[in-house]
């Protein structure tokens, strides 16, 4: 290759990278070889099917921090309680978001607005059921001095923030979830196409979750198998986004909801381990 062709080369990757402005090229490799790297590190069906068949507690997390799962169980200590479970997959699930949004282009700041509502929910969601609980040092303006309230109180005062629009949900998450076609830019090209089909996954599998929902209200009985098959569908649909173009930013919203999807798995199977439940539906489950 002579160093004109390179030149030329890194031109064209320069133009494509007109969609993603306030994304240097450096950045731009940079941010598409991390993504990639933390996709392909995800469990396939045979690890999550090994991870299920630990033994106990303390095996699960030995298998999970050696199969693609380290990130949500590092510093889990030996034979954790559920609340030690909970906080710590709570917080790592508060960076995954922030991490997301700084991987995303300057622009899209309605994105970066709905995953920040995303981290400050699973505070206000905390509001409303915990009544001794400190404020994080990073935290919305509108929550921090709900704190400081009794809890039966914060209620009222929730609902003077756009906070209130998620928690009056039957699922605050899948409420947010559908708000995230408006959240994105007008983009053109494979950008476009990307988000239109990640909305279209995103509602597709809201609706029938809802309706999963209404069914076992009206039958009294939960389908859990269901409802972790309709996960693993959504997740086979994300990785059908990734192919093509080699970088865009769809990717890193499909990324975002992989680890999701991977944190709601976790946490059902540490929790059913810490409460000594014998391979429930959940755990044999695949991702």
């Given at each position: 290759?002579q160093?004109?062709?390179?030149?030329i080369i890194n031109?064209?990757?320069?133009?494509?990278?007109?969609i993603?402005p306030g994304?240097?090229?450096f950045?731009?490799a940079?941010?598409?070889?991390r993504?990639r790297a933390?996709?392909?590190?995800m469990p396939d069906?045979a690890?999550w099917?090994?991870?299920?068949?630990?033994s106990?507690?303390?095996?699960?997390?030995?298998?999970m921090?050696?199969?693609?799962?380290?990130?949500?169980?590092a510093?889990?200590?030996?034979?954790p309680?559920t609340?030690?479970?909970?906080?710590?997959?709570?917080?790592h699930l508060l960076?995954?978001l922030?991490?997301v949004s700084?991987l995303?282009p300057?622009?899209?700041?309605g994105v970066?607005?709905?995953?920040?509502l995303?981290?400050?929910?699973?505070?206000?969601q905390?509001?409303l059921?915990?009544?001794?609980i400190?404020?994080?040092?990073?935290i919305?303006a509108m929550?921090k001095?709900?704190f400081?309230?009794?809890?039966d109180?914060?209620?009222?005062r929730?609902?003077?923030t756009?906070?209130?629009?998620?928690l009056?949900?039957?699922?605050?998450f899948d409420?947010w979830?559908?708000?995230?076609t408006?959240?994105?830019?007008?983009v053109?090209?494979r950008?476009?196409?990307?988000?239109?089909?990640?909305a279209?996954?995103i509602l597709?599998?809201?609706?029938?979750l809802?309706?999963?929902?209404k069914?076992a209200?009206?039958?009294?009985?939960v389908?859990?198998a269901?409802q972790?098959?309709l996960r693993?569908e959504l997740a086979r649909?994300?990785?059908?986004?990734?192919g093509?173009d080699?970088?865009?930013?769809?990717?890193?919203?499909?990324?975002?909801?992989l680890?999701?999807?991977q944190?709601?798995?976790?946490r059902?199977?540490?929790?059913?381990r810490s409460?000594?439940?014998e391979?429930?539906e959940i755990?044999g489950?695949?991702?």
């Amino acid at each position: 290759m002579q160093d004109n062709d390179y030149y030329i080369i890194n031109i064209k990757l320069s133009e494509r990278l007109a969609i993603l402005p306030g994304i240097s090229f450096f950045r731009y490799a940079d941010v598409q070889a991390r993504v990639r790297a933390r996709i392909g590190a995800m469990p396939d069906e045979a690890r999550w099917h090994y991870v299920a068949d630990a033994s106990d507690l303390d095996n699960l997390i030995e298998r999970m921090r050696s199969n693609g799962l380290s990130h949500w169980v590092a510093d889990l200590p030996r034979s954790p309680d559920t609340n030690t479970i909970e906080g710590s997959l709570r917080q790592h699930l508060l960076n995954l978001l922030d991490n997301v949004s700084r991987l995303l282009p300057n622009r899209w700041t309605g994105v970066k607005r709905w995953l920040y509502l995303a981290n400050n929910l699973v505070w206000a969601q905390r509001l409303l059921t915990e009544a001794d609980i400190e404020p994080p040092e990073q935290i919305d303006a509108m929550l921090k001095p709900i704190f400081s309230l009794h809890i039966d109180e914060r209620s009222k005062r929730l609902e003077q923030t756009p906070y209130h629009q998620y928690l009056s949900a039957s699922s605050p998450f899948d409420r947010w979830l559908s708000d995230f076609t408006a959240s994105c830019p007008s983009v053109s090209g494979r950008e476009a196409y990307v988000l239109s089909r990640l909305a279209k996954s995103i509602l597709r599998h809201r609706t029938r979750l809802l309706d999963l929902r209404k069914q076992a209200t009206t039958n009294n009985t939960v389908d859990l198998a269901a409802q972790w098959r309709l996960r693993d569908e959504l997740a086979r649909e994300l990785r059908g986004l990734i192919g093509g173009d080699p970088f865009h930013v769809g990717l890193v919203l499909i990324y975002c909801l992989l680890e999701l999807l991977q944190y709601e798995r976790c946490r059902a199977f540490l929790v059913a381990r810490s409460c000594g439940w014998e391979q429930p539906e959940i755990l044999g489950s695949t991702a």
